[in-house]
């Protein structure tokens, strides 16, 4: 994810998947990006938080949320 301090974020799906960090990224390895306003929450997720359900992906940390819809 690139995070933005307004607007939206881009949320990045990479073909490589064996990499840590960004330390070897390359964005011609990038399958698919997605630009999305992010939502706060008043509480705090403490631990980054994943989760797929049928109709999106998830994402929670610290106040920021990001569902991105899956069709």
């Given at each position: 994810?690139i995070?933005?301090?307004?607007?939206?974020?881009?949320?990045?799906f990479?073909?490589?998947?064996?990499?840590?960090?960004a330390?070897a990224?390359k964005?011609?390895?990038?399958?698919?990006?997605?630009?999305?306003a992010?939502?706060?929450?008043?509480?705090?997720?403490e631990?980054?938080?994943?989760?797929v359900?049928?109709?999106?992906i998830?994402?929670?940390?610290?106040?920021?949320?990001?569902?991105?819809?899956?069709?």
């Amino acid at each position: 994810m690139i995070p933005n301090e307004s607007g939206n974020w881009t949320i990045i799906f990479n073909k490589k998947n064996d990499g840590w960090g960004a330390y070897a990224y390359k964005e011609k390895d990038d399958a698919l990006r997605v630009d999305l306003a992010p939502k706060f929450a008043n509480d705090t997720q403490e631990i980054l938080e994943y989760n797929v359900t049928d109709a999106s992906i998830d994402f929670a940390w610290d106040k920021a949320r990001i569902s991105i819809p899956v069709e």
